[in-house]
């Protein structure tokens, strides 16, 4: 083997430097890795990134408008004010008044008023329906992963109600509620929950497995704290990318039941209402058609840029 | 030791991997050669960089990993000149093989066993799909694989792990290599499966004649089947030599450690020896000698300035500032010093409770 | 193995059972049942006639099986003669008796608006409908099926002998089809005509088909071939002569004496355009197959470059698919590739023979289904590249290439076979949307449009169909992984989530 030879070390300089030193027990447990704290990391993860806080600002921009400018506006969905006067009747968009940045419609409407409020409608729809399906299939989901003899009879369940084409269930049933806002959101939360519910069981069985789990059990930590401390930051960032999965569907479907006439009714505005309302002027008067489309889409890809973002961020193993 | 041929020749090779930001340097400064015909055993802890060494002999490293400087001179060229895939698929498998730790994961589980051997003769060797069925069906048996016609074609998952294992040897030697890297291949394995692996490994190499590579953390595997052991730390050799030189005269204070942990030779009455502490972090640059911190032998030097190789044979070195002249004498503990003989006396117990039996 | 099989099959029945009959139970107590007047033609011709519409109303509402309903002329139709003349005058003592007796039995009794008679009526409960369906659905065709008032004398056989053609078939007499076992040129060129499968009867758009007969035959325009018939005429003719049903003499016209020897004169006519089912599997199929083609290379080529801008690219491709509203992508699609190539829009324009009406519809629906099989391959692709084997495949010496193509591709079929049902889900789920939007007439389409038309038995037929073909391409997807994974194949697994 070749061998390193005595590197420049003058003999008699060093001489002193050999004696024994007393071990010090702390030094020998020095861990070099820094501290770590699970929210900060997850607060510095998603901000690093550029993209994902310009989309923020823009999700964050298109919530408060539709929050406060349907609170400001006056609009009546159903009230139509200037159906009368031709005048105010498909003026294009311009921006000589707030009200025109969009155009009115055939019957004179603002569409300024009416993207917001549909905007509102159909985001509100949408994180309702995203909202109980969460929490349900989250408890449900939880008591199923945790305890063996639940999980039985949840998989019969189950495998009876799994397979079935959910968008259609959607369609017979909000057949069957009739149209309307509160009918959507339960039609859309009782055939999403069953899946929320089987797929955090499947997670839970996952970890309530892991060694570290069990060890934690055997040192005796009590089942809130493993919960607090083991389990919940990893289902944090799997719960999180169902979220941001499920607010973009349940937009999509809305505007899809909505421009069929089977979603929010007539009473209700809703960004699915005003597409179907406008495919008429499609080659006429395009904006009207386009702009409840495009804002559709704007909605539903930023919210989802944002939480896969938000997703990525509270996985700990990007975490380093 | 010098009229063996040096099969392959190792020098003063860095090893660093990228981690999201950070550097982290695996391999520092190690040299190694290796002899035509030996067992090295490569014995350290988890993290001494054991095996990513032995991986840069095959070119796989890990993608953020790569070589900053060192040669490896076999067959005459430098290994680490190779830069794509296709120059390394003339050495992996056909010069030099290595068996893996885990034969549960090492054999795709859908694709038939004699396939996966016959795959690396055809490739290596150019032999005809029957001959090569053929060759497979005798390497079979060779690693003592029962009803090995009729085996065949079935999958990893109806054979055993220790079979399995066995499979993985026999693909490793499938093309006769001339160096067979053994990265733990017992670990994962039944203490019972261990011996009878260990063995084979043994009995093909005096048949096949190759140069074995062990990589182990179980000094029991060393003792077994080396000729020659070479301790790691913190990505450093620390101490190498003959077998017998390493076990009955250890120069350095790790490797006094590492003997004194053998539970097996624990002695009676006495607490169980372990060596305080955790190895550094290998992001931070290293002063001194990197088992300072936890070395109760450690003197002030230790922390300032790495110690170099001292001589203490012709086949043994030791990197430890305590050989150096200057050193206070200091004497090994007492389950260092009285090794050779518990050793003797556990074997003579053995033999007994065997003749009896 | 067989065992968990059949208890697979079993359970998908099971739950296309459950989930149909569940719907069923809501619909027809749930919607309002005055709705489903709305689209009927004939109902609004009855215009300002109060008592026509009432009656339609419930002898429609008797005929869906929702209530028994009893009109004076029936309560009387015990008597005869002047009795019955009485009988029927308004608020007769011999009615107000009858009336009691089926309050009594728990009937509620009216009277009509105009002409004063009574009629009474009691709801049926919801399961009789339910049982009716089922009770219906599969049914033996047999000799003692017909009843003709008009042809007393009706042999009633079952024959073996030659068709029209010449061929070899089984014939009967007394049943609903002529031909119960036929052989011809068309797949499966063994046909039968014995077991009948009935999914009901449309109502109010298609009144009175049959709804296999809606979304099973053919679309468009009539093909009129030469044809001889039994009689030795010759003609012009679109009847496709092997699904002849009889026909009540009462109504055979001279033009089916001419055609005709015996009463088997109703048949079907062969069209143009293929059935609503063939057009929606072509279509769906085609756009499943287009999928796959065209997202597993992405995928793959997106793993090996992982970092890269091919996969940034790819990347955001997928965001933007799993996130926009599939209506709104249909529209943007079809708005650009319409422009850029000249495509029609509407699948109407240029009909079902003209190739370009299937390249738009087909291309959105492939494109909707891209995103979630080029994430899922590059995932895989990732997952595999790092996985032991194929490291210790590297360390064996083979070619990234050869490593590629003979093993990670052989593994990565089954996980291929895996996500193929929920593809085919997606696909369905797909096709509902890309065939309102481009007008496309197939089984897609109909869901919609029976929803606005309040086609109750459609909406509770399209519901079995489409359970059906999901829960079978799952088992489907079981049984092929099955066939596939050679650890599965041996080793008897028991219970586990499905």
């Known amino acids: 083997m070749s061998t390193l030879e005595n590197k420049a070390v003058n003999p008699a300089a060093d001489s002193s430097k050999f004696v024994f030193v007393k071990m010090d027990k702390d030094r020998t447990e020095h861990i070099a890795a820094p501290k770590y704290s699970y929210w900060k990391s997850v607060f510095r993860q998603f901000f690093s990134s550029k ?54 419609d055939s019957l004179g409407d603002s569409m300024w008023d009416k993207i917001w409020l549909g905007s509102r ?19 449900v989901g939880a008591f199923w992963g945790y305890s063996k003899s639940f999980d039985k009879i949840m998989l019969e369940v189950y495998n009876v109600f799994a397979n079935v084409p959910f968008t259609l269930v959607v369609f017979v049933l909000m057949y069957i509620l009739g149209s309307g806002f509160w009918q959507l959101i339960f039609a859309m939360s009782v055939t999403s929950w069953l899946n929320t519910a089987y797929f955090i069981r499947v997670q839970v069985m996952i970890i309530r497995d892991r060694e570290y789990n069990l060890a934690s059990r055997c040192l005796g930590t009590s089942t809130w704290n493993i919960i607090k401390n083991n389990i919940l930051p990893y289902l944090v960032s799997v719960i999180v990318t169902s979220v941001s999965r499920d607010v973009p569907s349940f937009i999509s479907l809305e505007v899809f039941l909505s421009w069929l006439g089977i979603g929010v009714g007539e009473q209700v505005e809703s960004l699915g209402r005003i597409i179907s309302f406008n495919t008429t002027y499609m080659s006429g008067t395009p904006y009207l058609f386009w702009i409840p489309v495009a804002m559709s889409a704007v909605i539903t890809v930023t919210l989802y840029v944002v939480g896969q973002g938000l997703a990525d961020a509270s996985d700990p193993r990007t975490h380093m | ?178 160096i067979l890297i053994c990265d733990e291949p017992t670990t994962a394995l039944d203490v019972t499966i261990q011996a009878q692996i260990i063995r084979l490994i043994k009995d093909l190499q005096s048949q096949y004649g190759y140069t074995t590579i062990y990589i182990t953390h179980d000094l029991g595997v060393v003792a077994n089947v080396a000729d020659r052991v070479a301790v790691m730390y913190a990505g450093q050799i620390i101490e190498y030599g003959l077998v017998d030189e390493v076990f009955y005269d250890p120069k350095h204070p790790y490797t006094w450690g590492l003997l004194s942990s053998l539970p097996q030779l624990g002695i009676k009455g006495s607490e169980l020896y372990a060596i305080t502490g955790t190895p550094p972090s290998l992001f931070d640059v290293i002063k001194g000698d990197a088992f300072a911190p936890r070395n109760p032998y450690a003197m002030e030097i230790d922390f300032e300035e790495e110690p170099p190789f001292f001589k203490v044979s012709d086949t043994h070195y030791a990197k430890t500032w305590l050989l150096d002249p200057r050193a206070p004498k200091v004497t090994p503990p007492q389950q260092v010093t009285t090794l050779h003989e518990r050793m003797q006396e556990a074997l003579i117990k053995q033999e007994k409770q065997e003749g009896l039996i | 193995m067989r065992k968990y099989i059949w208890g697979r099959i079993l359970r998908s029945i099971i739950s296309i059972f459950l989930v149909t009959t569940i719907a069923m139970i809501m619909i027809y107590t749930q919607i309002p049942r005055e709705k489903i007047f709305k689209n009927d033609s004939t109902y609004t011709k009855l215009g300002g006639d109060a008592d026509a519409k009432t009656e339609y109303k419930y002898t429609k509402w008797e005929k869906l099986g929702y209530l028994d309903f009893v009109e004076q002329k029936d309560m009387c139709a015990v008597y005869t003669g002047s009795e019955y003349n009485a009988c029927m005058e308004v608020d007769s003592d011999a009615v107000k008796t009858i009336v009691q007796d089926y309050v009594n039995k728990g009937y509620t009794s009216a009277v009509y608006t105009k002409n004063g008679l009574a009629y009474v009526y009691k709801d049926k409960p919801v399961l009789n409908i339910v049982w009716n369906f089922y009770h219906n659905m599969f049914q033996l065709d047999n000799p003692g099926r017909v009843t003709d008032p008009d042809n007393p004398n009706l ?264 996500s193929l049902p929920s593809n085919i889900i997606l696909t369905i789920c797909g096709a509902v949307i890309t065939e309102t939007v481009f007008a496309i007439p197939g089984t897609g389409k109909l869901l919609p449009d029976a929803i606005k038309a309040y086609n109750n038995q459609m909406i509770v037929a399209l519901t079995l169909i489409f359970t059906a073909l999901s829960i079978f391409s799952v088992l489907l997807g079981d049984l092929l992984i099955t066939w596939l994974d050679p650890r599965i194949q041996l080793v008897d697994k028991e219970g586990g989530a499905v």
Request: charged residues 20%; hydrophobic residues 40%; proline residues 3%.
């Open chain 1, 51 to 104: 993209v994902t806080i310009a989309t923020l600002i823009v999700v964050a921009a298109i919530i408060l408008l539709s929050i406060f400018q349907p609170m400001f506006s006056g609009y009546d969905p159903v009230a139509h004010k200037n159906i009368n006067d031709a005048a105010t009747h498909f003026i294009t968009p311009n921006f000589s008044n707030i009200k025109y940045w969009f155009g009115t």
């Open chain 1, 121 to 139: 409608n159909s985001m509100a729809i949408a994180f309702i329906a995203t909202g109980i399906t969460t929490v349900l299939g989250v408890i």
């Open chain 2, 1 to 178: 030791m010098s009229e063996k041929e040096k099969i392959l020749s190792a020098s003063d090779i860095v090893v660093q991997f990228q981690l999201r930001n950070k550097m982290l340097t695996a391999i520092r400064h190690v040299s190694l050669d290796l002899y035509e015909g030996e067992t090295l055993a490569i014995v350290g802890e988890s993290g001494s960089g054991k095996s990513v060494l032995t991986k840069t002999f095959t070119g796989m490293l890990d993608s953020n990993g790569h070589i900053e400087s060192g040669t490896c001179m076999f067959e005459g060229k430098n290994l680490y000149d190779i830069k794509t895939d296709a120059g390394w698929e003339k050495i992996r498998g056909k010069k030099i093989a290595t068996v893996f730790q885990d034969p549960m994961t090492s054999l795709n589980p859908i694709i038939p066993i004699g396939r996966q051997i016959t795959e690396v003769i055809e490739k290596h060797q150019g032999k005809s799909k029957e001959e090569a069925k053929a060759m497979a069906i005798q390497l079979m048996e060779e690693v003592g694989i029962y009803n090995a016609a009729g085996r065949f074609d079935e999958y990893p998952f109806q054979y055993s792990g220790g079979m399995r294992q066995r499979i993985v040897i026999a693909i490793a030697l499938a093309c006769h290599p001339k």
């Open chain 3, 155 to 418: 042999e009633r056989k079952v024959y073996a002998g030659k068709d029209y053609a010449g061929n070899f078939a089984i014939m009967c007499s007394g049943c609903d089809h002529k031909y119960l076992l036929y052989f011809d040129g068309s797949f499966p060129w063994i046909h039968q005509n014995f077991i009948m499968f009935s999914l009901g009867t449309s109502y109010p758009t298609y009144d009175g088909q049959l709804i296999t007969d809606v979304i099973g035959t053919g679309q468009g325009t009539d093909v009129m071939t030469q044809k001889t018939f039994e009689t030795g005429q010759t003609s012009k003719s679109a009847l496709l002569l092997h699904s002849c049903t009889y026909k009540q003499t009462s109504t055979l016209d001279r033009l089916d004496k001419n055609k005709f020897n015996d009463n088997y004169a109703y048949c079907s006519s062969q069209k143009s355009d293929p059935s609503m089912i063939s057009q929606s599997m072509l279509f769906g199929t085609l756009a499943l197959l287009i999928a796959y083609v065209l997202s597993i290379p992405a995928g793959m080529s997106m793993a090996s470059h992982k970092g890269q801008l091919r996969d940034k690219i790819g990347t955001v491709y997928i965001n933007f698919m799993i996130a926009v509203p599939s209506l709104a992508f249909i529209f943007l699609a079809r708005v650009l590739f319409s422009s850029l190539f000249a495509l029609p829009d509407k699948f109407s324009i240029l009909g079902a023979h003209d190739v370009r009406s299937y390249v738009l519809p087909i291309i959105t629906l492939a494109l909707l289904d891209t995103s979630s099989i080029m994430l899922w391959t590059r995932r895989y692709m990732i997952d595999q590249s790092s996985a032991d084997y194929v490291k210790f495949a590297r360390a064996k010496g083979l070619s990234q290439r050869e490593i590629f193509t003979h093993h990670i591709m052989r593994n990565a079929i089954i996980p291929i076979a895996q």
